[in-house]
């Protein structure tokens, strides 16, 4: 990992990316003629090797991260495999992975779970497989002043959800600084383009914190136990299964951190007070504490 300067971003959102989002002519609540931009979204069609595993509704974006991470995080990409191709075609919106084992993956695409995401993801096959058998890194530490930091970070950097809303966002981050920032309608995907920049470029889980704007749901923290990371943290609330889960695993779970204020309901030990929230200026309305803008 190289040294960043505070702010710098390894991958961050582009707002202004082509086809990402399009303007759209209305009327306001007075009647008025308004022009509004909108997130686009498209069907994207996963195949590893010569299966078809999925099709998913993404903006389109970083459509290999989105396939690499989204076969690491149904376990049909094993950390040892060895990728030998990734194609994407834009006209007929198909992304291939290939790898050099060779994969059939029938029974497990029989069972399918639907998740509670705002846009539904699937998980396919047994979702708690392995899940027991993960040991998160027990001496990593989140600094509240980091905390505070990061989540200013975010919510002021430039990004889709800024500028067109309907979208969700997840960040990568470590030290107190956001490294990786992505965007998606669904946010599986934003999680999921995370998990394959990780793969690709051979990132440690262990040290890291995972920043959510969506709810703390069972899925959220089973993918992100999954990863590796220890931590997860997010500006909205939580489900009773999530927290459950979190707890079983050992994840220090943190939401409804806004502004000054977080909840920690699992392993509130790797937390470390070194910023007393008193110094801190609120910079969001408290009757927003309970919600989420990306709920």
């Given at each position: 990992m190289n040294t960043l300067d505070e702010n710098?971003?390894?991958?961050?959102?582009?707002?202004d990316g082509e086809g990402l989002s399009t303007h759209v002519s209305g009327f306001d609540e007075n009647g008025q003629p308004v022009t509004v931009n909108v997130v686009t979204e498209k069907p994207v069609t996963l195949y590893l090797n010569s299966q078809e595993i999925v099709t998913m509704m993404t903006i389109g974006d970083h459509p290999d991260?989105?396939?690499?991470?989204?076969?690491?995080?149904?376990?049909?990409l094993k950390p040892d495999d060895e990728i030998t191709g990734i194609d994407y075609d834009d006209d007929l919106d198909v992304v291939v992975v290939r790898t050099k084992r060779q994969t059939n993956y029938e029974q497990i695409l029989k069972k399918k779970?639907?998740?509670?995401?705002c846009a539904q993801g699937t998980i396919?096959?047994?979702?708690?497989?392995?899940?027991?058998?993960?040991?998160?890194?027990?001496?990593?530490?989140?600094?509240?002043?980091?905390l505070y930091k990061l989540t200013k970070t975010i919510n002021?950097?430039?990004s889709l959800y800024?500028?067109?809303?309907?979208?969700?966002?997840?960040v990568l981050c470590q030290d107190g600084r956001a490294l990786v920032y992505m965007e998606d309608v669904g946010r599986h995907n934003a999680v999921d383009k995370i998990a394959g920049w990780m793969h690709l470029n051979n990132e440690n889980a262990g040290d890291k914190v995972f920043y959510t704007t969506g709810r703390l749901t069972s899925e959220m923290v089973i993918k992100t136990v999954m990863m590796g990371i220890p931590v997860l943290v997010s500006r909205s609330g939580f489900t009773?299964?999530?927290v459950e889960l979190a707890r079983r695993a050992g994840l220090t779970l943190i939401g409804r951190a806004r502004g000054k204020r977080f909840t920690a309901l699992s392993g509130h030990e790797r937390?470390?007070?070194?910023?007393?929230?008193?110094?801190?200026?609120?910079?969001?309305?408290?009757?927003?504490?309970?919600?989420?803008?990306h709920d």
């Open positions: 710098q971003y390894l991958l961050a959102p582009a707002p991260l989105l396939a690499v991470g989204y076969l690491r995080n149904q376990n049909m779970v639907r998740t509670s995401g396919f096959g047994d979702i708690m497989d392995g899940f027991d058998d993960v040991s998160l890194n027990q001496e990593t530490r989140l600094k509240t002043s980091d002021t950097t430039p800024l500028s067109a809303g309907a979208i969700h966002g997840c009773a299964w999530g937390i470390i007070r070194d910023l007393e929230p008193a110094s801190i200026a609120n910079e969001e309305p408290d009757h927003g504490r309970k919600g989420s803008r």
